[in-house]
């Protein structure tokens, strides 16, 4: 409770110091620059002045934090990509010569690849699908809502309520694993799933597009909703059947929108490591990038040139999506 | 002295578009002023230029004779009444009439007084504890002007305030917003419409902009009765002015013009001996022409079409050699049939002419 | 369009396919919970959908030899009850070695080597008799009993007590409630300039956030990780500390938080800003008293992510937190279960709904704050 205590007087010295300093640089600058009773050109000098620095002190803080967090470190990695262990020795391109010949980066670049198909259009097309169905269902809302709760839950949590679900048991002991009762229900053998070779992996993507869905399929009902409602008419008068509207006007109405449904699965995708340390840790033949780095970071007390190397091919991967979005976001700014 | 001057304003948008060009104002204390103009001619760039929210890139502004161009717009004694009204929607009437006070850190007591004077004045006692969502169209413009008033500006300006009402409201606020002029001798008002009634009821003086220019100001009945060019002949009054070719047959001390397949006329103006054998204008009003039947007359013509709206009749008629058709206001509602020939004729003094790039010969005889 | 389609088979189809997914969706979350409140002997012998219904389990136990030995009729005697602790069930069959552990039927007596007889009776009363004296190890018992379901809250005990999942519960809040909101402030104000101000590089500023909206987060732990030694060293503490978390989540959060925030207060009415301006308010005036309470949708629907982001959030919490038990939050104490007690499922689901179960409920009570901070962050 005590722990508790000091989170909520940090929250509160955080917002007030927040606050003291958003106030009092302000208020300094107005000090600083008066504006009250001097003389025209004075006050217009000042009041320039201060139209200068004034953004910045409310930009300070987010321009430091995004600078420290997100900036630097991208730089910094590339930096320590060419150099040892340690971050001290530079070793040129050895770290990169090591990537191509490792058969363990291979094996996960191969994996996140398989995760980058799949997964994004997996979870579009279920959300597109359940998105389309539940418009039209009295109950559509509470079904949304229950397809959409995945989205609240860890990946960790999600890994351990599907290990459950894929949970084995050898010989005739009752299988307690939802999975394999139903292979066994009907006849089957049942299987070790997390460990079946190359299949496994499925079975973990299975999990982020369990948590996707949800995602996918708010969004796409949102532009769904925006379609114009004159469009299906006039072609329900044209004769179209429901299997036609929605392939041949509703779907092509909303591409944007699937594209940037897609893109930031993609985007989730190449960060998400939790499931695969949680379910297999790799083994198996299922490692992913993201883990792999988190792997070098620490292994053997870590290797931080060859963890860099992985994360820099981790965000060589999300660039054109980077670039798509900034020009995306450029376009929509102008057409304001 | 809350006059408010401006010398050479220009305003050029990102480098490069012209939007204001050298614009020179005069205007004294507890004048009201109308600013009208087609859409997108300047007006609300022109008032937000000396409202402070626009940056002027040269020239200069003085308001109570002292030079504001680099002043913030709280500091220029100023007021504006926005056309949307921009209420703050979370806060009552009552705060949303106290927020400058409370900015410029009065005491409770006499922020209290104010607003309650304001809001008296306004009939919106009853309403102070309000949010605006809750209020109709009329009351928030209302409202808005009590935002205005409390702060006692020097200045009031007001972009388009009425255009969001229905015809109704509009025509009941105008009246509201003229009493508010009367008991406000003192302060100076500065008004944006594109709606001509509106200038011509409220404004002492109307500005009329085109294109980022001034092309006249006076008092409304000047500008119907004398333009100074053919933009402002055309823009004032409704139906517009007729304007039909002719060539300057014989100048001098008295004009004779040939309108263009019609008659020659003779127009009481004076004109330069330079001018002779020039493409003029020839102008008159709709409801300065009437209809002959014998002797001289002006235009003769077929009448093509036929408005009759009770109080009066447009008939609009193609007149030989004329591109436009001529139209004709007639009081009450005589019976004409299309396609009749008709002849119009109107007074002398009713007459403008306008020169080749359109501008009056003023001098009349 | 619909109303025509009301009746058709296709409606049927679709309510059918819906339903479908739904169960598919929900029965996980829904198995776990019903296995974590579930009796954790017949949670590891029996599915959790058959947790209604009497399971017929196989268990064992050993017979407790009493100091002094019972003595009737010249035979020395065990009594007890196959069913410790107070459980209840009907014993059905019983047997005395583990290859034929069903042999007899309950009530019967059952004759053993060296002329040992037992019974267990229905309820699991049995007797055990013997000529000679037993040896302080008792014999074990085999027997197949109907237990009726049985639910209970001794798993959460359990996690929450000797499993330290309380601990770690403090520890999530203690992680969540300042990275949550501290951010909302400076982005707030970040996205007040973005969207009113005037300034060289705006546009610029605008596109980077949009660009560090998905760099990936591994890009940045080994600088981080490196910098936060360096500056650990400097002022002589650990480089691992709650201030440390607080702040990496801000820094990775605050791009959403911006571009979120900026879009929204951009679409603020332009006359709004203006009309305070000319009433003489400051930047920092209008974004008190006229931005901030006009964007509480747009703030609240950026809290809920940042809290479920930070709540469930492992990379973070794993690398800058590090993984001492006193520290660890909810995820990283999960993940060490998993790893530490894999078979153990009465305490790994009891467990893992200990922590989906504030995120679930942040979810459903503020669902519509969430899809609108979805909507305005992916679709325009
Ligand atoms: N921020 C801007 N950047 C570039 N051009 C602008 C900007 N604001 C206005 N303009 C241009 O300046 C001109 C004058 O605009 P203004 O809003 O003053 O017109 P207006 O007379 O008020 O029109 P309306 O009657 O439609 O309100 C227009 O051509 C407009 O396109
Ligand atoms: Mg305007």
């Given amino acids: 409770m005590g722990q508790l205590a000091s989170a909520l007087v940090i929250v509160i010295v955080g917002v007030l110091g927040c606050a003291c300093y958003f106030y009092g640089s302000n208020f300094l600058l107005d000090k600083l620059l008066p504006s009250k009773n001097k003389p025209y050109d004075v006050v217009a000098r000042n009041l320039r002045i201060a139209g200068y620095i004034r953004p910045w002190l409310f930009l300070g803080p987010a321009f430091l934090a995004l600078g420290f967090y997100l900036v630097y470190p991208v730089v910094e990695s590339f930096r320590l990509s060419f150099f040892g262990r340690s971050g001290e020795v530079f070793v040129g391109l050895s770290n990169y010569a090591w990537l191509f010949n490792s058969d363990e980066f291979y094996q996960a670049f191969k994996n996140n690849m398989l995760w980058l198909i799949v997964v994004p259009t997996a979870a579009t097309f279920f959300g597109l699908i359940i998105a389309v169905m539940t418009d039209r269902i009295w109950w559509g809302n509470i079904a949304k809502s229950l397809i959409f709760m995945p989205m609240a839950i860890s990946f960790i949590g999600a890994s351990v309520i599907w290990k459950f679900i894929y949970d084995f048991r050898s010989g005739d002991d009752p299988q307690i694993g939802l999975l394999n009762a139903v292979v066994v229900f009907f006849g089957g053998d049942p299987q070790p799933w997390i460990t079946l070779p190359f299949w496994n992996n499925f079975f973990l993507m299975v999990i982020l597009v369990w948590i996707q869905t949800g995602f996918a399929m708010v969004i796409l009902s949102a532009a769904l909703r925006g379609i114009p409602d004159e469009t299906v008419e006039a072609a329900v008068l044209d004769g179209a059947n429901g299997f036609q509207i929605f392939y041949k006007i509703m779907v092509p109405q909303i591409w944007g929108t699937i594209a940037v449904v897609w893109t930031t699965i993609t985007i989730l995708v190449l960060k998400v490591f939790d499931i695969v340390l949680a379910m297999t840790n790799g083994q198996w033949g299922t490692q992913v990038l993201a883990n792999e780095m988190f792997d070098w970071m620490f292994r053997g007390g870590g290797d931080f040139g060859r963890g860099a190397v992985v994360a820099i091919v981790i965000m060589v991967l999300v660039v054109p999506i980077m670039v798509w979005n900034i020009r995306r976001a450029n376009a929509e700014m102008e057409g304001r | 002295m809350a006059d408010v001057k401006l010398t050479n304003v220009k305003k050029v948008y990102n480098n490069q578009v012209e939007v204001m060009r050298d614009i020179n104002l005069d205007i004294k204390q507890g004048e009201f002023i109308v600013f009208v103009g087609p859409s997108g001619c300047g007006k609300s760039t022109l008032l937000r230029m000396i409202s402070g929210l626009e940056s002027i890139t040269d020239g200069t502004l003085e308001i109570d004779g002292q030079l504001v161009n680099d002043i913030p717009p709280a500091m220029r004694g100023i007021a504006m009444v926005f056309q949307s009204y921009a209420l703050y929607p979370h806060m009552s009437v009552y705060d949303n009439m106290a927020f400058s006070l409370q900015i410029a850190k009065l005491s409770k007591e006499d922020i209290d007084t104010q607003v309650r004077k304001a809001a008296d004045m306004l009939q919106l006692t009853e309403y102070l504890d309000r949010l605006p969502k809750a209020l109709s169209g009329g009351q928030r413009q209302r409202v808005a002007i009590g935002r205005a008033i409390v702060r006692k500006p020097k200045v009031f300006l007001f972009d388009e305030p009425l255009s969001n009402l229905d015809a109704a409201l509009r025509v009941a606020t105008r009246m509201e917003i003229a009493n508010l002029k009367e008991s406000m001798p003192e302060s100076t008002m500065i008004y944006v419409t594109h709606d001509q009634v509106e200038a011509m009821t409220l404004a002492d003086r109307i500005v009329l902009l085109s294109a980022g220019n001034i092309e006249q100001v006076g008092a409304p009945l000047e500008l119907y009765e004398n333009p100074r060019n053919v933009f402002v002949a055309k823009f004032i009054g409704a139906p517009a002015m007729n304007i039909l070719p002719a060539t300057l047959m014989q100048a001098g001390e008295g004009t004779n013009i040939q309108i263009h397949s019609q008659q020659a006329v003779w127009v009481p103006v004076a004109t330069p001996k330079n001018d002779e054998q020039a493409a003029v204008s020839f102008g008159v009003r709709p409801e300065d022409l009437f209809v002959v039947t014998e002797g001289e007359y002006l235009v003769e013509g077929e009448v093509a079409f036929i408005e009759a709206l009770g109080e009066a009749t447009l008939l609009y008629i193609k007149a030989f050699g004329c591109e436009d058709m001529v139209i004709c206001k007639l009081s009450g509602t005589p019976q004409y049939k299309r396609g009749a020939s008709i002849k119009l004729m109107t007074k002398p003094e009713k007459m403008h002419l306008f020169n080749t790039i359109g501008l009056t010969y003023r001098n009349r005889v | ?380």
């Fill in chain 3, 1 to 380: 369009m619909v109303q025509s389609s009301k009746r058709s088979p296709l409606t049927w189809l679709v309510h059918a396919t819906v339903l479908f997914l739904v169960v598919i969706w929900t029965i996980p979350t829904a198995g776990l919970f019903i296995s974590s409140i579930r009796d954790k002997d017949q949670l590891s012998v029996s599915g959790w959908w058959t947790a209604l219904s009497t399971s017929e389990q196989r268990m064992v136990t050993r017979v407790t030899v009493p100091k002094k030995p019972l003595q009737e009729d010249g035979l020395y005697v065990l009594t007890g009850n196959v069913f410790e602790d107070n459980k209840q069930g009907i014993v059905t069959r019983f047997g005395d070695s583990s290859l034929r552990p069903s042999e007899f039927e309950s009530g019967k007596v059952a004759e053993l080597k060296r002329e040992l007889t037992l019974t267990v009776l229905a309820n699991g009363d049995y007797k055990m008799t013997s000529p000679k004296a037993f040896s302080s190890r008792g014999k074990r018992i085999f027997y197949t009993a109907e237990i009726p379901p049985r639910f209970t809250l001794d798993n959460y005990r359990e996690v929450l007590g000797s499993e330290g999942l309380g601990k770690s519960f403090l520890n999530s809040l203690t992680v969540t409630i300042p990275a949550t909101i501290i951010p909302i402030l400076v982005a707030a104000f970040a996205a007040y300039a973005l969207a009113w101000m005037q300034f060289p590089g705006k546009a610029l500023f605008i596109a980077a956030v949009v660009g560090l909206l998905v760099v990936p987060l591994q890009m940045s732990l080994i600088p981080l990780l490196r910098s936060y030694n360096f500056i650990g060293d400097i002022f002589g503490v650990g480089s691992k500390g709650y201030l440390g978390v607080w702040l990496a989540h801000m820094g990775f959060g605050l791009p959403l938080a911006i571009y979120l925030l900026r879009n929204y207060i951009a679409g603020l009415p332009r006359e709004i800003i203006e009309s305070a301006r000319v009433d003489g308010a400051t930047d920092f005036d209008i974004f008190r008293k006229i931005v901030l309470p006009l964007s509480f949708p747009a703030l609240a629907s950026f809290a809920i992510f940042q809290f479920l982001w930070v709540w469930n959030d492992l990379l973070i919490a794993m690398v800058f937190l590090g993984n001492n038990p006193d520290e660890l939050v909810l995820t990283g104490r999960l993940r060490e279960l998993l790893g530490s007690r894999g078979g153990n499922w009465e305490i790994l689901t009891a467990s893992a709904f200990i922590t989906i179960i504030v995120p679930l409920c942040v979810f459903f009570g503020l669902q519509r704050f969430l899809v609108r901070g979805l909507l305005t962050g992916s679709v325009k």
